[in-house]
């Protein structure tokens, strides 16, 4: 499985964005799919994750009620629908696959490239 992340930017305090994760290989729908994201200094830490069929889904305390996770197999692609962003969301998202919950660097089979989202106060 291969991953290709987009959708970083540049945003204010309290605005949106939405980051995507195209998969190539035909064992994307078999996986559980997830975000994390690495601040400068910080260790990589775990932001959401997703079932393989969507049914289930699992956040960081620190983003739910504000990040969506979500995806749609038919076009092997996860989504993070990130609202009402703060400065401390600055870092670099990565999205990763691997077996449910996903919760951790070491359940990760297969990393993407990383996006960088800047949350300016």
């Known amino acids: 499985v291969q991953l290709q992340a987009s959708g970083g930017g540049l945003v204010q305090a309290g605005g949106s964005l939405r980051l995507s994760c195209a998969a190539s290989?035909?064992?994307?729908?078999?996986?559980?799919m997830g975000w994390f994201r690495q601040a400068p200094g910080k260790e990589r830490e775990f932001v959401a994750a997703?079932?393989?069929?969507?049914?289930?889904?699992y956040y960081a305390d620190s983003v739910k009620g504000r990040l969506t996770i979500s995806r749609d197999n038919a076009k092997n692609t996860v989504f993070l629908q990130m609202n009402s962003l703060k400065p401390e969301d600055t870092a670099v998202y990565y999205c990763?696959?691997?077996?449910?919950?996903?919760?951790?660097?070491?359940?990760?089979?297969?990393w993407g490239q990383g996006t960088q989202v800047t949350v300016s106060s």
């Open positions: 990763a696959a691997g077996p449910w919950p996903l919760a951790r660097t070491i359940l990760v089979r297969y």
């Open positions: 290989g035909r064992t994307f729908s078999s996986y559980a």
């Open positions: 997703i079932s393989w069929s969507g049914g289930n889904t």
